[in-house]
């Protein structure tokens, strides 16, 4: 089956920086769009940041300017690049992708937690 798994989770201080990454794998026809959100206990779902096909990015106000979405289209693999993290960027981030043909899917989550 077709899945997304997740790495780079962690620890920081506030103003470090940590980079995930989420691998599509399994049998597929291809992605189309890939994205991050993020979620705290409590609280809803949040778009991040997403990136398509043609490389056309979007972020959430929140983290523009301090996070990079990127993509290995060779190695099926979503990157986000998290910097200058603050206290308020703890979360669950969640990898989501569009599987050509196959719909969406969600990766497991990865815990980041910015410690002051």
């Known amino acids: 089956q077709v899945q997304l798994v997740e790495s780079g989770g962690g620890l920081v201080q506030a103003g470090g920086s940590l980079r995930l990454s989420c691998a599509g794998s399994?049998?597929?026809?291809?992605?189309?769009?890939m994205g991050w959100y993020r979620q705290s206990p409590g609280k809803q779902r949040d778009f991040v940041a997403r990136i398509n096909r043609s490389g056309t990015t979007d972020y959430a106000d929140s983290v523009k300017g301090r996070f990079t979405i990127s993509r290995d289209y060779a190695e099926n693999t979503a990157y986000l690049q998290m910097n200058s993290l603050k206290v308020e960027d703890t979360s669950v981030y969640y990898c989501?992708?569009?599987?050509?043909?196959?719909?969406?899917?969600w990766g497991q989550g990865t815990q980041v937690t910015v410690s002051s």
């Open positions: 989501n992708a569009d599987f050509t043909i196959l719909g969406t899917r």
């Open positions: 399994g049998r597929h026809f291809g992605i189309k769009n």
